[in-house]
């Protein structure tokens, strides 16, 4: 419960950066209300969903913490054991002090944030029910569907549901009907199930003080939304509407749940309704929440792993402590020198565990008939009964943990003293030597669910060894083990090095790789789209030589990583293009395909929003045949984000408008200013001759 109540909050932390970063100061309003929403609602969808294993970039602790799940993370990868099988005297076990373990203090923390969990839950109970008892206890006037309810006292206005709460006595005529329009807005456009939702989710994430900055945004959004939807109206005067706001704005603040006018608000909502409209061209912006929610659900989520059986429910046994089954039943399969055992629950019968093992670490198995075998490392001895017929077998087994290793580990720093913990260590064979090796390494700080992922990946000293080589001389554990889950070793390293990254870290490292970026993909990527960069290369030269190159030389001169000062300024820039390139699977076939049809010089941000958007050659062709050329990158993603086709252009060129730019289409798509519309206006006798007064009429009388 608590990493997933982390990975929300981390989630609704990033969006909310995201959001402030770039769709703060945008003026679409409306949009951005459904990306607020919507990223509170993902925030704590994203974590629950599972992604393919090559996909994830989850550090695999995570995964391997327990291995005995109930579907197994890491099937056939549990290392066997190499040299000769040691048993050891039992031994009573050193004295352990009584102390508030991790597992305590966890559980006091769970208490603490289901304690806050209720304290706020509460609070909102609370507010509804007084707001529900203020609306109906009190004098209400009947205005359509909205009610008007009659308070007293200084209170500003505000709204719940279809209640206006206001005291008349307060305002003058004017203000006290700019009012109402502005709480009558916040009632059709449903703003309450808004503060509702962003309240339920501050009840769960009280502790984070990012998502009590989000519930402000999205308060604050609203307020933008309304004014701008208010001062469209045509009796509204801007002036007179920002001194009402000046005459309502009240230092006490009425209840969360409300939608409402305070005083820390009033400056922005003025600044904002001064504020010049955004342009259609930058609604590329929010195309990139779509990849960085991906990199969440990448980052985050459990890989989904294929199981040998169904998962099932495994019910404790009475000689277990958690989870873990140190009795039960076994299945076994033999294929070649290797032996798949499956360990069961006596009771139910379902698979919990399929391990693999060496077949020469057991002796003497029972063929045709029932007998007994073992199989003994450090951490203890596993005992089978059962027999085999052919190879196949099954019958039962106890786990015997070796008390002389959990004191030995114990010495070590490490607590192994539950049977639950010597199972695991003896499936993946965590020697006292490896513990050995890893502090000789430098890695003193180390406890069982660090362990347990290294031995289960194989990390050994050779492999250590060869990554600090490469120039990480102080990688960390975390580290180690995505590095060898996902195969980065010392020639990947020095084939990204060789590229130009001299710096790169461990994290962006797991990074490239996660995505399959090698150094050929760099090259290319470099050679198809660094075109500034390139004529940079080839003017300085031309300024030295005083003589043409051709291209060929120029592009040569481009690739030289090594020798060129501003080149290498320039690696660290390209890093998130580079990233976005290989994720949007933007290739040299794609950038080449817009050449054909004249677009030799698109950057970076132009190709990365072309394919976000989906804009193409044949779109694009599709245009020029209907007459419209040299379409900036800007104006297609637009055109393709608003969903702006040809025959739409001709639908408005039938209505006479014959001089239509692109642009006049664009904004008329994105305010729903139709051809059905236009149509609809001339019939009532509205006949102009220009689009954009149709698109101020549109804007006048709304949706």
């Not at 990688?475 to 060898?484: A, G, H, R, S």
């Given at each position: 419960m608590i990493p997933y109540t982390l990975y929300v909050a981390l989630i609704l932390t990033a969006c909310l950066i995201f959001y402030k970063l770039l769709l703060q100061k945008e003026t679409f309003f409306h949009l951005n209300r459904f990306v607020l929403l919507l990223c509170m609602l993902l925030a704590f969808i994203l974590p629950l969903i599972r992604v393919p294993p090559q996909l994830s970039l989850r550090n695999i602790q995570a995964a391997v913490s327990t291995i005995i799940p109930a579907e197994p993370i890491y099937k056939n990868t549990i290392p066997q054991s190499t040299g000769k099988n040691i048993t050891t005297p039992a031994a009573e076990p050193l004295p352990v002090k009584q102390s508030l373990n991790f597992e305590q203090a966890t559980h006091w923390i769970m208490y603490l944030y289901w304690f806050g969990v209720v304290v706020f839950a509460f609070n909102f109970l609370m507010q509804a029910i007084l707001l529900l008892y203020k609306a109906y206890?009190?004098?209400?006037?009947?205005?359509?569907?909205?009610?008007?309810?009659?308070?007293?006292?200084?209170?500003?206005?505000?709204?719940?549901?279809?209640?206006?709460?206001?005291?008349?006595?307060?305002?003058?005529?004017?203000?006290?009907?700019?009012?109402?329009?502005?709480?009558?807005?916040?009632?059709?456009?449903?703003?309450?199930?808004?503060?509702?939702?962003?309240?339920?989710?501050?009840?769960?994430?009280?502790?984070?003080?990012?998502?009590?900055?989000?519930?402000?945004?999205?308060?604050?959004n609203l307020e933008f939304f309304t004014d701008q939807r208010l001062l469209q109206q045509p009796e509204i005067e801007r002036e007179t509407y920002q001194l009402s706001l000046l005459k309502v704005a009240a230092p006490h603040f009425p209840l969360s749940l409300t939608t409402n006018y305070n005083q820390s608000l009033i400056k922005k909502r003025i600044l904002m309704m001064n504020a010049k409209r955004s342009n259609l061209h930058t609604t590329w912006k929010y195309f990139f929440l779509l990849?960085?929610?991906?990199?969440?659900?990448?980052?985050?989520?459990?890989?989904?792993?294929?199981?040998?059986?169904?998962?099932?429910?495994?019910?404790?046994?009475?000689?277990?402590?958690?989870?873990?089954?140190?009795?039960?039943?076994?299945?076994?399969?033999?294929?070649?020198?290797?032996?798949?055992?499956?360990?069961?629950?006596?009771?139910?019968?379902?698979?919990?565990?399929?391990?693999?093992?060496?077949?020469?670490?057991?002796?003497?198995?029972?063929?045709d008939k029932p007998g007994t075998f073992t199989l003994t490392r450090e951490a203890g001895t596993m005992e089978f009964k059962g027999k085999f017929d052919g190879d196949k077998g099954m019958g039962e087994y106890q786990f015997k943990p070796d008390k002389s290793y959990s004191d030995a580990m114990y010495k070590e720093g490490i607590d192994v003293k539950e049977d639950r913990d010597g199972m695991v260590f003896f499936l993946v064979n965590v020697k006292r030597s490896y513990v050995q090796m890893l502090k000789q390494q430098g890695y003193t700080d180390l406890d069982k669910d660090k362990l347990v992922p290294l031995a289960a990946l194989d990390i050994n000293e050779a492999y250590i060894t060869s990554i600090k080589q490469a120039g990480f001389?102080?990688?960390?554990?975390?580290?180690?083990?995505?590095?060898?889950?996902?195969?980065?070793?010392?020639?990947?390293?020095?084939?990204?090095?060789?590229?130009?990254?001299?710096?790169?870290?461990?994290?962006?490292?797991?990074?490239?790789?996660?995505?399959?970026?090698?150094?050929?993909?760099?090259?290319?990527?470099?050679?198809?789209?660094?075109?500034?960069?390139?004529?940079?290369?080839?003017?300085?030269?031309?300024?030295?030589?005083?003589?043409?190159?051709?291209?060929?030389?120029?592009?040569?001169?481009?690739?030289?990583?090594?020798?060129?000062?501003?080149?290498?300024?320039?690696?660290?820039?390209?890093?998130?293009?580079?990233?976005?390139?290989?994720?949007?699977?933007?290739d040299e076939p794609f950038i080449n395909s817009f050449k054909e049809v004249g677009y030799n010089n698109l950057s970076n941000s132009n190709l990365i929003?072309?394919?976000?958007?989906?804009?193409?050659?044949?779109?694009?062709?599709?245009?020029?045949?209907?007459?419209?050329?040299?379409i900036n990158a800007d104006d297609l993603v637009s055109l393709k984000a608003q969903d702006v086709t040809p025959s739409l252009v001709k639908q408005y060129k039938a209505l006479g408008f014959d001089n239509i730019s692109l642009n006049d289409v664009i904004g008329a798509k994105a305010t729903g200013t139709s051809p059905s519309f236009i149509v609809s206006m001339r019939e009532k006798g509205h006949n102009m001759k220009s689009l954009d007064k149709y698109i101020a009429l549109r804007s006048v009388l709304g949706e």
């Open positions: 206890s009190k004098p209400a006037i009947k205005d359509g569907k909205f009610r008007i309810v009659e308070v007293t006292g200084n209170d500003a206005p505000c709204s719940f549901g279809n209640n206006i709460f206001i005291n008349p006595a307060n305002y003058d005529w004017n203000t006290y009907s700019q009012v109402l329009l502005h709480e009558k807005i916040h009632i059709e456009q449903k703003h309450t199930i808004d503060l509702l939702i962003a309240e339920i989710v501050l009840a769960f994430q009280w502790f984070n003080p990012f998502a009590w900055v989000w519930r402000k945004e999205l308060e604050s990849p960085l929610m991906m990199v969440f659900v990448c980052l985050f989520n459990e890989p989904v792993v294929k199981a040998q059986s169904a998962a099932a429910k495994v019910k404790p046994h009475p000689h277990n402590n958690g989870d873990i089954q140190t009795s039960g039943n076994w299945f076994a399969t033999i294929k070649g020198d290797k032996i798949n055992i499956q360990f069961r629950n006596d009771d139910e019968g379902h698979s919990s565990n399929g391990t693999t093992f060496q077949l020469s670490e057991f002796k003497d198995l029972p063929k001389t102080r990688i960390d554990l975390d580290n180690l083990v995505p590095f060898k889950a996902l195969n980065v070793d010392k020639a990947y390293i020095e084939e990204i090095r060789n590229t130009g990254y001299k710096d790169i870290t461990p994290d962006k490292i797991i990074t490239f790789k996660a995505q399959g970026i090698d150094g050929k993909y760099i090259a290319d990527f470099r050679n198809s789209t660094n075109n500034e960069l390139k004529e940079k290369n080839e003017d300085a030269v031309n300024q030295k030589n005083n003589k043409n190159l051709n291209l060929d030389k120029g592009k040569n001169k481009a690739l030289d990583l090594t020798g060129n000062r501003q080149k290498n300024k320039n690696l660290n820039n390209d890093d998130d293009d580079l990233i976005a390139f290989k994720a949007l699977k933007i929003s072309m394919k976000a958007v989906g804009v193409t050659p044949v779109f694009i062709k599709s245009f020029r045949d209907a007459g419209f050329t040299n």
